[in-house]
Structure formats: structure tokens, C-alpha cells
């Protein structure tokens, strides 16, 4: 996209947010919400307040990827910016397509070495809406909770970064580092208009050294901070097809190779598989770090994972006791779509399977796929790996200032909850940013417990509106404590 264009996209954007008369609404852009219509704090309006309004206009503009149309709510994001006098410019991604960059200059020597990046998605995951017990874009407030598909993913962070961006700009803040805003598209997809296509096409507009994302949590057990985990890695997503032929023929007279019996088969065994445990030095901090947090019978088992004469049976404890600790110490594997069959009465010469699989970053796909051709020991199938697998990235480092700054801030904000390295079993833009150099973490800045957490790509997906203040301000905190000069 041209210079022009830019400009005139975004003083458009800029005009529908400013004409107090003018309905924006009926354009696509939903003017700014007043503050009081969220929060009844007697407080007078703060950024927060302002944020949450923000949040709940990005989550009435619909970025369901697919198809994402993320440019509605990359034209809001500038608007506000813009109002700010803040110069952001929208970088184009395909039709309907856009990421949005801006920058707020330190008054030192440029160094994008030294520069933080506050990242952000613009895309949300589609909605079942009839599961739904209110609009998922509306944003709604219910009993404290602000309601939205997006309200935790990622468009909570999108408006605490625009909080957090908005606050420098409006103190004047005195920078000794570059402090750029990043919002992408199709982040959910991992598709041609992700963060991949925005470093091809735009990298030296956001280069940086750091960067702060989503990925990591700040987790609530009995409504207390439990702990807080920093993304420094994540696993790698690689989609594998299981591909089963025999011959076609009439359901009349079955036959051996029928596909859909041999395909049934080998996604039975896959199914029963466990991959070996392997930790990684950011997962063996982890469990380190949560041991003590856990009740004595949980810790005992923990501590022995890595024991010689009990270790098998402790991964295996352990793992059965989370979901989550299971996929972080092995690659996993997930059937997660089937397809075969033309008609009721017709056996198929071909029947698929997708294994969505989650390697730890450093294990090798063909290794896994041998233990898996092993496993099914069947000639009829065949496993096949899909286009556009994920590439492992370096972890990010455990001893940069900025690590231990978030550490240190998070856990003075939360009375002292214990900070650890966390590596994430989902996917986050920061991947790619690790494969460029840049030290990028992960903490989605809000308290959340596992109720919340679990609506995050499911239904009545919400935010509790203190969670979302208080991460406002832990993120404030982290992003000053790093990049403003003090005198
Ligand atoms: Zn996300």
C-alpha cells in the first residue's frame, strides 16, 4: 500500500471516531463507548476506563478468522492512535486484510536492538453462537464480567497495549528505547496474512530486541495469584494426514481392505500412544518453580520425575493430573478431523485422518513418524506430513533484564506469587519473532483463573473487568520500568 493510502484510510478512520454526530456505527466502525457505560467507579475516568471502552469496541467489530477481516478493527485501532497524535500506519495484508504499526521515539541514539515491541492479534476465533448465552459481539458487562469472543484472545491485551502505548504518548513519557505497538492478523490462522508475511514484507518498520505478547498467564486458584508464567518458548504445531487406500467395491459384499477399518485401526493405536518425556530447560524450571505450590502428594511426584527407580511412574502421575503438564513434557499427538465414504452403500477406496501434533521445540517430526509407522504396522496407510509445518524457535533467554524485570514486577503486583519460565503448548506470533533475534515473552498481564482460562477458544468467552484493571496497570508498570527513563 501506498503513502496515500495510508494517510487517507487513516484520517478517514480518524474522522468517523472524531464526528460526535456522525454515525459511525452504521459504517462498520464503532465509535469509542463511553467510559461510564462500563464501569460504575465512582473513580473519575482513568486510561483503564477508557481501555475498557476500547475493548469493547474492538469486540464489536467481528475478526472471526476465517475469513479475519481484520482492517475494520486495524482502521479503529489508528483512529485512536491518530487521535492521540500518534502517526500509525496500516500495513497491508491482502483484501480486507491489515496489521497496524506505531512507534513512540526514545529520545536517545535509535538502536532497534534495544527497541520493545508490545504485540497484539487483531483476529479472534469463530464463534458456535448458539452455545452462547449472550451475543459474542457485543461485549457486554454481566456481573462484573465484560462478555466477547476475544475478550481474554487477544483483544484484552490489544486494548491494555493501546492503554499502556496511549499512557506514554499522553505523559510525555521520556524513553531511553524505541517503544513500538504491533497489532497482527490472522494470528489464529497462521496463515498468508500472519505475522510470517508482516516480517517478510515490513520487518523494519517493528524491528526490535524484545517484545511482550500473549502466551504466558497470570494463573488464579481460589481467587489468589497461584503464579505467574512467562512465555520463553512454545511447542511446534505440525499437521500429519493418515491416509488409508484399498479398493472400492459394493457394501454388499465387504472386503479386508476396506479403508475405513484399516484407517479406524491405526487412529486407535495413535490414540493410546504416549511419546517419551523429555524436558526442556525451560519445562524443568517450571516444575521446579510449582512443586512447593502444589499439595504434598502432587509435589512428592514432581520432585520425582526425574528420578532413576520412580521416574516412569511420577511422569506418569503427573502427566494424568493435567492436561497441560502432559503436553509440556512430550510432543502429543491429536486426531482432530476424519473424513471418508461417498454413499452409505459404497465402500471408499480412501479414508483420512488430521493428527494435529504439538513437538517440543527440538524434537525431530521424523522421529515421531517412525515410532508412529511402527506403531500402526500396516501397509494400507501411510502417514503423510502437511504443508506449512511449524518451525521450532529458539527459547527465549531466562537471563535478559527484561526477563527478569517482568519476573520481578509481576510477582511484587501479586503480594509476592512466584514468577516461573513457562513454554506454552498453544502457538503465539512470538515464534516467529524468536526466529529473529528477538527476546520475545509472553504474559497476557490478567488475572485469570482455569474457569476463565478454558472459555479462552470456547463458548461465553469473558473477562473479569478487576482482572482486566489490574493487568492494565502490571502492564503499565512492566513497560515503564523498562523503557522510561527515571530522573
Ligand atoms: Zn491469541
Avoid at 478468522?65 to 500509525?88: C, D, F, H, R, T
Avoid at 521450532?392 to 503486583?413: G, K, M, T, W
Avoid at 527476546?439 to 473487568?465: C, N, T
Wanted: charged letters at 20%; hydrophobic letters at 45%.
Amino acid at each position: 500500500m501506498n503513502w496515500n493510502g495510508v494517510v487517507q484510510v487513516i484520517a478517514g478512520a480518524a474522522v468517523l471516531l472524531m464526528a460526535g454526530s456522525f454515525p459511525a456505527a452504521s459504517q462498520g466502525i464503532p465509535q469509542p463507548t463511553p467510559a461510564s457505560a462500563v464501569s460504575a467507579s465512582p473513580e473519575p475516568a482513568s486510561i483503564t476506563r477508557e481501555a475498557s471502552g476500547w475493548l469493547v469496541d474492538l469486540i464489536k467489530i467481528n475478526t472471526s478468522n476465517p475469513p479475519g477481516n481484520e482492517q475494520l478493527a486495524a482502521m479503529y485501532v489508528s483512529g485512536l492512535l491518530q487521535k492521540e497524535g500518534i502517526k500509525a500506519e496500516l500495513l497491508d495484508l491482502g483484501p480486507g486484510r491489515s496489521a497496524v504499526v506505531a512507534r513512540l521515539r526514545s529520545s536517545v541514539v535509535p538502536d532497534p536492538s534495544k527497541a520493545l515491541l508490545l504485540v497484539a492479534h487483531l483476529d479472534v476465533v469463530p464463534v458456535d453462537k448458539a452455545r452462547w448465552t449472550v451475543d459474542p459481539f457485543s461485549g457486554v458487562v454481566r456481573d462484573g464480567y465484560m462478555y466477547g469472543r476475544g475478550a481474554i484472545d487477544d483483544k484484552g491485551m490489544l486494548a491494555a497495549n493501546l492503554a499502556v502505548f496511549i499512557h506514554l504518548k499522553r505523559t510525555n513519557a521520556h524513553l531511553n528505547r524505541d517503544v513500538i505497538f504491533l497489532a497482527t492478523a490472522d494470528e489464529e490462522g497462521s496463515g498468508d496474512a500472519s505475522i510470517r508475511t508482516l516480517i517478510a514484507k515490513y520487518w523494519d518498520k517493528f524491528a526490535a530486541g524484545f517484545a511482550i505478547n500473549e502466551g504466558g498467564n497470570v494463573f488464579m486458584k481460589n481467587g489468589k495469584v497461584q503464579y505467574i508464567g512467562v512465555q520463553a518458548s512454545e511447542k511446534v504445531a505440525v499437521n500429519v494426514a493418515v491416509i488409508a487406500r484399498g479398493a472400492s467395491g459394493h457394501a454388499s459384499q465387504p472386503t479386508k481392505d476396506n479403508p475405513v477399518v484399516h484407517l479406524a485401526a491405526a487412529i486407535a493405536k495413535i490414540g493410546t500412544y504416549s511419546a517419551p518425556v523429555h524436558f526442556t530447560a525451560i519445562v524443568r524450571r517450571y516444575f521446579e518453580g510449582i512443586a512447593p505450590l502444589e499439595d504434598d502428594e502432587i509435589a512428592k511426584w514432581i520432585r520425582s520425575m526425574d528420578t532413576p527407580d520412580r521416574g516412569e511412574h511420577a511422569q506418569r502421575v503427573v502427566s494424568d493430573a493435567s492436561p497441560l503438564w502432559n503436553a509440556m513434557m512430550r510432543d502429543t499427538i491429536a486426531p482432530t478431523v476424519l473424513s471418508a465414504g461417498v454413499a452409505n452403500n459404497v465402500i471408499p477406496a480412501e479414508a483420512r485422518a488430521n493428527l494435529n501434533i504439538r513437538l517440543l521445540p527440538g524434537d525431530s517430526i521424523t522421529t515421531l513418524m517412525n515410532d508412529l509407522n511402527k506403531l500402526v504396522n500396516d501397509p494400507a496407510v501411510r502417514l503423510e506430513i502437511q504443508p506449512n509445518a511449524g518451525l521450532a524457535a529458539p527459547p527465549s533467554s531466562l537471563e535478559s533484564d527484561f526477563y527478569n524485570l517482568i519476573c520481578r514486577v509481576a510477582s511484587r503486583e501479586f503480594g509476592g506469587a512466584l514468577a516461573l519460565p513457562f513454554q506454552s503448548t498453544w502457538l503465539t506470533d512470538s515464534a516467529q519473532l524468536r526466529l529473529h533475534n528477538v527476546q520475545a515473552y509472553g504474559l497476557v498481564p490478567f488475572p485469570l483463573s482455569d474457569e476463565d482460562l478454558k472459555r479462552m477458544h470456547g463458548d461465553d468467552e469473558r473477562i473479569p473487568l478487576a482482572s482486566f484493571d489490574k493487568g492494565v496497570d502490571l502492564l503499565t508498570k512492566i513497560v515503564t520500568e523498562f523503557a522510561v527513563t527515571r530522573y
